[in-house]
């Protein structure tokens, strides 16, 4: 299971440590990040065995780490944060217009795609990862439906009540699904679609992996989420099947930033050093995540899905980023959700 294989790299990364850090009375590194918890503590472990450096995670929402970081910023009273790391990079570039990121050209920066970070170093994707269903086979054979093929067929009346998908509003896998339709059909369109979709959802949850659990558990028949976490539920044992909708889908490109005004701006640049480089990126592989490296020289993960295998579109980040409030504000009258974590 992914859970014993996440605790043996922690294991192994903790009888490898070089260096005791403990004690020192020094302030830990502060990571703000939007990927899970045990996920994002094997990286920071790996980090503190390479440099010494202690690393203090804290879990949140894509869109709640921002709102906290403006928050903060907006208090004049300093950061308590030193790095964001994970979510869709709409965030980031929001966050980069804001002027809220150090600007930090990595030298790693030249094993991945310019398409794939800010030209002026304000933040680096350090994954890539697409939209999928998560589809339970089981509930759809009771329903009588096929797995869903496109996103029309997410609209089959049968389906009232058998879907979820994160909330566009706090999740950055939300709303990458909204900026995703939007792209695809038009804003005015996308809203239609949303609107008629919400008739058939169950819940917009917190958490954008937490639907695909869902599907797994049998709650629910079809979850809206990125591939690579409906593989992880696969692999943890749920009976999930994975579907990408063939009239085409979006993608995240996973950010890595250095708040500014940190006091740890060295120690920030090694890590942001470490999650570009071949070797960070390559733990995805190592411990059982289906995350797709944007290094072109990291391990690509075993079963994990290339995106030359699927219909992704021509998603522009900077686009969904310039039209994030609007579209939001669009979808919330449209299905009179509310947001927040």
């Given at each position: 299971m992914k859970v014993c294989r996440i605790c043996l790299v922690l294991l192994i990364l903790g009888a490898c440590s070089g260096q005791d850090v403990a004690g020192t009375g020094q302030r830990s590194l502060v990571v703000r990040t939007a990927l899970m918890e045990p996920e994002a503590m094997v990286y920071a472990?790996?980090?503190?065995?390479?440099?010494?450096?202690?690393?203090?995670?804290v879990r949140q929402s894509t869109g709640v780490m921002l709102s906290f970081l403006?928050?903060?910023?907006?208090?004049?009273?300093?950061?308590?944060?030193?790095?964001?790391?994970?979510?869709?990079?709409?965030?980031?570039?929001?966050?980069?217009?804001?002027?809220?990121?150090?600007?930090?050209?990595?030298?790693?920066?030249?094993?991945?795609?310019?398409?794939?970070?800010?030209?002026?170093?304000?933040?680096?994707g350090v994954y890539l990862g697409s939209i999928g269903f998560a589809v339970n086979p089981k509930r759809l054979g009771e329903l009588g439906l096929p797995a869903p093929a496109c996103w029309a067929d997410l609209l089959s009346p049968k389906l009232r009540g058998e879907i979820s998908m994160a909330?566009?509003?706090?999740?950055?896998?939300?709303?990458?699904?909204?900026?995703?339709?939007?792209?695809?059909?038009?804003?005015?369109?996308?809203?239609?679609?949303?609107?008629?979709?919400?008739?058939?959802?169950?819940?917009?949850?917190?958490?954008?992996?937490?639907?695909?659990?869902?599907?797994?558990?049998?709650?629910?028949?079809?979850?809206?989420?990125?591939?690579?976490?409906?593989?992880?539920?696969?692999?943890?044992?749920?009976?999930?099947?994975?579907?990408?909708?063939?009239?085409?889908?979006?993608?995240?490109?996973?950010?890595?930033?250095?708040?500014?005004?940190?006091?740890?701006?060295?120690?920030?640049?090694?890590?942001?050093?470490f999650m570009l480089s071949a070797e960070g990126q390559s733990l995805y592989a190592a411990m059982g995540e289906f995350r797709l490296p944007t290094n072109r020289l990291a391990a690509i993960p075993v079963g994990a899905v290339p995106f030359s295998k699927i219909n992704v579109i021509e998603y522009d980040v900077t686009w969904a980023a310039v039209h994030k409030d609007d579209l939001l504000e669009q979808w919330v009258s449209a299905t009179g959700a509310a947001g927040g974590e």
């Amino acid at each position: 299971m992914k859970v014993c294989r996440i605790c043996l790299v922690l294991l192994i990364l903790g009888a490898c440590s070089g260096q005791d850090v403990a004690g020192t009375g020094q302030r830990s590194l502060v990571v703000r990040t939007a990927l899970m918890e045990p996920e994002a503590m094997v990286y920071a472990r790996a980090f503190e065995n390479r440099t010494g450096i202690k690393v203090e995670v804290v879990r949140q929402s894509t869109g709640v780490m921002l709102s906290f970081l403006k928050f903060e910023r907006s208090n004049a009273s300093g950061t308590t944060i030193d790095v964001l790391f994970g979510g869709p990079a709409d965030a980031y570039v929001i966050g980069a217009r804001e002027g809220l990121f150090e600007k930090y050209l990595s030298s790693e920066r030249a094993n991945i795609a310019r398409k794939h970070m800010d030209k002026d170093g304000c933040w680096s994707g350090v994954y890539l990862g697409s939209i999928g269903f998560a589809v339970n086979p089981k509930r759809l054979g009771e329903l009588g439906l096929p797995a869903p093929a496109c996103w029309a067929d997410l609209l089959s009346p049968k389906l009232r009540g058998e879907i979820s998908m994160a909330n566009p509003v706090s999740s950055g896998t939300g709303y990458t699904v909204l900026a995703t339709l939007a792209q695809m059909m038009g804003e005015n369109r996308a809203i239609e679609y949303l609107k008629a979709l919400d008739s058939n959802i169950l819940d917009y949850t917190r958490s954008g992996a937490m639907p695909g659990k869902l599907v797994g558990l049998g709650q629910i028949a079809v979850g809206i989420l990125f591939s690579h976490d409906v593989l992880a539920f696969r692999q943890q044992g749920y009976v999930i099947d994975l579907v990408f909708p063939k009239d085409g889908t979006g993608f995240e490109i996973g950010g890595i930033a250095i708040v500014k005004g940190t006091e740890k701006l060295d120690e920030a640049r090694r890590f942001v050093d470490f999650m570009l480089s071949a070797e960070g990126q390559s733990l995805y592989a190592a411990m059982g995540e289906f995350r797709l490296p944007t290094n072109r020289l990291a391990a690509i993960p075993v079963g994990a899905v290339p995106f030359s295998k699927i219909n992704v579109i021509e998603y522009d980040v900077t686009w969904a980023a310039v039209h994030k409030d609007d579209l939001l504000e669009q979808w919330v009258s449209a299905t009179g959700a509310a947001g927040g974590e």
